[in-house]
């Protein structure tokens, strides 16, 4: 499985952005996908995910704000962001686990959030 992240860049505080991440394969051989993401001198973090059973989840800290999605039939997830903070900034990634749950990470895509 190769992932394809896209979508980061520069944006006001209070903006929004829309992430993707486009799949090798189909999603429906894809049991969990999810979008993590790093700031710099901090661990990287889960910040949503998405099972092939349609449940999400959210941190705390991007619920209400952050929305966690995919089209199956362009293999792709997305990650709608916002309301965005500075305390947002950071390198964004998805990752997936398919049915044999074996992990796949996607390249990064680097969120600045400034005014």
């Known amino acids: 499985v190769q992932l394809q992240a896209s979508g980061g860049g520069l944006v006001q505080p209070g903006g929004s952005l829309r992430l993707s991440c486009a799949a090798s394969?189909?999603?429906?051989?894809?049991?969990?996908m999810a979008w993590y993401r790093q700031a710099p001198g901090k661990q990287r973090e889960v910040v949503a995910t998405?099972?092939?059973?349609?449940?999400?989840n959210y941190a705390d800290s991007v619920k209400d704000r952050f929305t966690i999605s995919r089209d199956n039939a362009k293999n792709t997830m997305y990650l709608q962001m916002n309301s965005l903070k500075p305390e947002d900034t950071a390198v964004y990634y998805c990752n997936a686990r398919d049915k044999s749950w074996s992990l796949y990470w996607g390249q990064g895509t680097e969120v600045t959030v400034s005014s």
């Open positions: 394969v189909n999603l429906f051989s894809i049991n969990v």
């Open positions: 998405s099972t092939n059973g349609g449940s999400t």
